[in-house]
């Protein structure tokens, strides 16, 4: 909760009377797990999802003075971040990271942000994965369970 949402929430707050006043654009990058349940790992998902929560009510009360938001929904990005993963007591994790399609560069990524933050759009889902996840979890919301526990399962409980 700290980094994800209450750092967006606290730099977000320092930034908002010159977005106001520019007129300006916020851009929160969140994730698949902002929408949609992620197996083992409840608390990421659960700041993800209060960030969605904010920026959503957020954009209601400040797009009328002329600011817009942008929340960006990825799914997995090539940053190294595994590296430096830990389990679940602090030690370094030993298992590989369970990876669904295929990674993102940041580079792409930013030109996919670029485009959306020029044409105002309101959500970026920017790849398939994220695209799949958001339309299955919201029809089909047992089938999405069904799906992510039995690919990332493994990973997720250790099994």
């Not at 994965?129 to 997720?156: I, T």
Request: charged share 20%; hydrophobic share 50%.
């Amino acid at each position: 909760m700290e980094v994800n949402f209450f750092g967006a929430l606290h730099c977000t707050h320092a930034a908002l009377a010159d977005l106001i006043t520019r007129r300006g654009m916020v851009i929160a990058i969140s994730s698949v797990a902002g929408f949609a349940p992620l197996i083992a790992r409840t608390g990421y998902a659960a700041s993800k999802h209060a960030l969605h929560g904010f920026f959503d009510s957020l954009r209601t009360e400040i797009e009328p003075l002329g600011v817009k938001v942008l929340v960006v929904c990825p799914s997995f990005i090539h940053t190294g971040i595994e590296k430096n993963a830990l389990a679940g007591d602090g030690s370094p994790a030993l298992h590989p990271q369970v990876i669904v399609g295929t990674r993102s560069t940041a580079e792409a990524m930013a030109e996919r942000i670029l485009k959306a933050a020029i044409s105002e759009r309101r959500l970026l889902l920017p790849d398939s994965v994220s695209r799949a996840s958001w339309w299955v979890a919201r029809l089909l919301p047992r089938l999405y369970v069904r799906l992510m526990v039995r690919k990332v399962g493994k990973e997720m409980l250790g099994g």
